[in-house]
Each structure stands twice: as structure tokens, then as C-alpha cells.
Nanobody
Framework: VQLVESGGGLVQAGGSLRLSCASS????????MGWFRQAPGKDREFVAA????????EYVDTVRGRFTISRDNAKNMAYLQMNSLRPEDTAVYYC?????????????????????WGQGTQVTVSS
């Protein structure tokens, strides 16, 4: 399974960005997918995750209400809509997926549970 992120960039505080994640190398929808981020000097942290059918989502408290995760299995795509961006959202954002079956009822916040990762896309929010 390969994951490729796009959509990062430089935005002013209060602005919006939409990250995309294209997946390939699988014949059926991935299990849960997630977004993580890593700021300079910090550990990679969980941001959001979604089940295989989009029926359940999880968010870290700091982004809940501002970010929305979604996916389109027909297009093998996942998205992270980020609104009301803050300087503290600045980080490299990584898309992650779990390719094993059966499908899970809940997505994981633990990065160790994901077995596919993208290369990351930089998001910079200026104040």
C-alpha cells in the first residue's frame, strides 16, 4: 500500500487548507485511516481518524470543531479539511492507513496500529 499526501502550504492564521491522501496498491478499501502531525522537536501526534466506511471519526481535542476528516473509497482518497488554522497547527502532516482485515468498528489513535504511511506534507500557519 502506498499513500501520497498533497495540499499543504503556507496560510495565515484563521485560514483554511484541505489535505488530500491518495492510496494505491490495494484491491479493497483500507480499514481505518488517520492523519498525524509532527512539529519540529516534538513527537508525531494523532490528529484525526476515520473508519473504513466513514461511519465513525475521532479527533484530538485541539482540532475538534475545526478539522474534518473524510474519505472517498471509490476514489481511494482521504481528506483533512482544516479551518480556523492557528500557528500551533504548523507541522508536517502525515496520512496513515491500516490495511489488515476485518474492518474495525473504531479507528485507532495509536500510530503503531497503522501499517502504511505517506511521506508527509508541510503545513505552515503564520500569525
Amino acid at each position: 500500500v502506498q499513500l501520497v499526501e498533497s495540499g499543504g502550504g503556507l496560510v495565515q492564521a484563521g485560514g483554511s487548507l484541505r489535505l488530500s491522501c491518495a492510496s494505491s496498491g490495494h484491491s479493497s478499501p483500507l480499514d481505518y485511516m488517520g492523519w498525524f502531525r509532527q512539529a519540529p522537536g516534538k513527537d508525531r501526534e494523532f490528529v484525526a481518524a476515520i473508519t473504513w466506511n466513514g461511519g465513525y471519526t475521532e479527533y484530538v481535542d485541539t482540532v475538534r470543531g475545526r478539522f474534518t476528516i473524510s474519505r472517498d473509497n471509490a476514489k481511494n482518497m482521504a481528506y483533512l479539511q482544516m479551518n480556523s488554522l492557528r500557528p500551533e497547527d504548523t507541522a508536517v502532516y502525515y496520512c496513515a492507513g491500516r490495511s489488515s482485515s476485518p474492518y474495525s468498528r473504531r479507528p485507532s489513535r495509536n500510530r503503531g496500529d497503522y501499517d502504511a504511511w505517506g511521506q508527509g506534507t508541510q503545513v505552515t500557519v503564520s500569525s
